[in-house]
């Protein structure tokens, strides 16, 4: 069976630093894996997504992740943290059956 | 082309009354997925839906919960004499096929 989790349930950073979120992922084949934002009271937005392509994936608003199957991580960065990227985040694993396994979600907090 | 749309966004319930929560997907989109989330909680998949069948409802409760996706107009998520544990933010996703899902922005059931 396929399970997400993700290692911080909370994490603060001063604006231009930089953002990591990490995500570890557990299953019995090559996975698709998605982060997804929400913000306060607003619906998701897909961030970006892996799919067995390139390992290094470029998602919108300056965030990338790498999927390490060594690993079993696909951890989501940011070189400079913005305001804008308070909101929380979430890991998801796609199963067989394309239900999507969703992680705990990480409260990303930026400070001024 | 617009996203997907879920309607009414906030919904008032008393203990005993019904709850209809209705989900229209993406243009061209076939597939919808019907996620609850709880307060602090990543989204739990509920069931999955093509137009007329019900794909996968394992992670649906056997009771007071029932999905449609008719072959014409929304979907409809229907929860029968709520109860205070029902309140929570449901989320439909649409897809055409395979693991990427758009969300909409969600209903939030609130059962007084």
């Known amino acids: 069976a396929q399970s997400v989790t993700q290692l911080d349930s909370h994490v603060s950073v001063s604006e231009g630093t930089p953002v990591l979120l990490r995500c570890n992922y557990s299953s019995s084949y090559s996975p698709s894996l998605f982060w997804y934002v929400q913000h306060p009271n607003k619906g998701l937005q897909l961030l970006l997504k892996y799919t067995s392509a390139a390992t290094l994936v470029k998602g919108i608003n300056g965030f990338e992740a790498e999927f390490k199957k060594s690993e079993t991580s696909f951890h989501l960065t940011k070189p400079s943290a913005h305001m804008s990227d308070a909101a929380e985040y979430f890991c998801?694993?796609?199963?067989?059956?394309?239900?999507?396994?969703w992680g705990a979600g990480t409260k990303l907090i930026i400070k001024p | 082309n617009a996203g997907v749309m879920q309607n009414p966004r906030h919904l008032v319930r008393r203990r005993g009354q019904e709850a209809r929560l209705r989900c229209s997907p993406m243009k061209g989109h076939s597939h919808v997925y019907w996620y609850r989330q709880l307060p602090e909680e990543g989204l739990k998949f509920m069931v999955y839906l093509q137009k007329e069948n019900i794909i996968d409802e394992s992670g649906m409760p056997k009771e007071r919960f029932s999905a449609e996706f008719p072959k014409e107009g929304p979907s409809i998520l229907r929860i029968q004499q709520v109860v205070r544990g029902d309140s929570a933010a449901y989320f439909c996703?649409?897809?055409?096929?395979?693991?990427?899902?758009?969300f909409g922005p969600g209903t939030r059931l609130t059962v007084t």
């Open positions: 998801v694993v796609s199963d067989l059956n394309y239900q999507l396994i």
């Open positions: 996703a649409s897809s055409r096929a395979g693991p990427e899902q758009y």
